[in-house]
């Protein structure tokens, strides 16, 4: 699961001219799910939003406070398209859930979100909507997130971490 954190002053999400949802100062993400994510990957996602500092502490320091802390808003919007791959010049979003799994999961998600926070404070688009997201990015700052399950590189640590422990357990053995 990814998210794309955008720090905003303001965020809407229409659809055919229509304000669907819009929220002040706070955070606009966009939500990736892929064809993998379980309900570890929400969990994950839903708190590292809630937690990551971002915003100035009032008194000059920066990067101290979360959305929380501040008592802001969240604009969440359903992005298949943050989990594609290249055919040549052509993106291809195989790796992403599809529409209807996706659609519960992601109802899923903001539920977490819901019960960690301020129900009133979540907003998300209309999924599976054409829509268009108008944001006044702050700072700008604009941040990568992205649940360890799918990180590659973590995977690869996991399964060379898992070896050196069977490696080291196997010579203990030969010792004794």
Known sequence: MK?????????????????????EQGLCVLIGISSNDTKKDMEYIARKILSIRIFDDGAGKKWNKSVVDKDYEILCVSQFTLYNTWKGNKPDFHHAMPGDSSKEFYENFLQILKDAYKPEKIKDGLFGAYMQVHIQNDGPV??????????????????????????????????K
């Open 3 to 23: 998210g794309l954190i955008q720090r905003v002053t303001n965020a809407k999400v229409t659809v055919n001219g229509e304000v669907i949802s819009s929220i």
């Open 142 to 175: 604009t941040l990568e997130l992205e649940s360890p399950a799918n990180l590659p590189e973590i995977k690869e640590r996991r399964c060379n971490s898992k070896k050196e422990q069977e490696n080291s357990q196997v010579e203990n053995n030969v010792d």
